[in-house]
C-alpha cells in the first residue's frame, strides 16, 4: 500500500476521513494537520471514539499556504515520511504554496511522495493544473491519475503524485 508501516502527514484533514482510512490500513503513525484547529481537534477525537490506532495518531494546527514547512517542523511534524492531502486546493495562491510545501518537504527525503486527491469540478481542476506546474518548477516528479467516483463513470477525481527523484545535496 502507500502508507503501509509508514508515518503519514495529512494536509487538510478535514474530519479526518483520509488520517484514519491511513490508519486503517496500516500506517505507521497519522500526524494530522488543518488550517481549523477545531477540525484537528474534532478529527483526534473521532479516532479516538472509534477506538482507531490508539496512540498512533496525532495534530496540530498547520497553514501550509502561511506558515509553510517550517511552521510543520515547529507542530513536530517532521517525524513523517509521505505526506497525503484531499480537496485541498481552494484558490490560485494555495497551488504554488502547497507545491513550494512539498519541495521543502522533500528536499531532504530522496525518493520522498506527496499524494494530493483533487477534484475535477470547476475551478479546482484549473488550479489542480497550476499546482502540478508549480511543483514541477520545483523540480519535483509530478504524475496524476483521473478517477470516476460516482456511476457514470466520467473520470470527476485526480491524484496527483508528486516525488523527490533527486538525492539529498
Do not use: C
Not at 496500516?26 to 481549523?36: E, K, N, P, T, Y
Not at 530522496?110 to 475551478?123: C, E, Q, S, T, W
Amino acid at each position: 500500500g502507500l502508507v503501509r508501516g509508514l508515518r503519514v502527514l495529512e494536509l487538510g484533514t478535514g474530519l479526518g476521513i483520509a488520517g484514519i482510512a491511513a490508519a486503517d490500513v496500516g500506517a505507521r503513525h497519522v500526524f494530522l494537520s488543518d488550517i481549523d484547529a477545531s477540525a484537528v481537534r474534532l478529527a483526534l477525537r473521532s479516532h479516538a471514539e472509534l477506538g482507531r490506532s490508539p496512540g498512533r495518531v496525532s495534530g496540530a494546527r498547520i497553514d501550509f499556504a502561511r506558515g509553510g514547512w517550517p511552521a510543520a517542523v515547529r507542530a513536530g511534524a517532521d517525524n513523517t515520511d509521505v505526506v497525503i492531502a484531499s480537496d485541498v486546493l481552494y484558490s490560485e495562491r494555495q497551488a504554488p504554496a502547497l507545491a513550494r510545501f512539498l519541495a521543502d518537504y522533500l528536499s531532504d527525503r530522496p525518493h520522498g511522495k506527496g499524494y494530493v486527491m483533487n477534484p475535477l469540478a470547476r475551478d479546482k481542476a484549473r488550479i489542480g493544473f497550476a499546482f502540478m506546474e508549480e511543483a514541477r518548477a520545483f523540480g519535483l516528479h509530478v504524475e496524476a491519475e483521473e478517477y470516476a467516483s460516482r456511476a457514470s463513470g466520467a473520470a470527476d477525481m485526480q491524484l496527483i503524485k508528486v516525488e523527490n527523484t533527486r538525492g539529498t545535496g
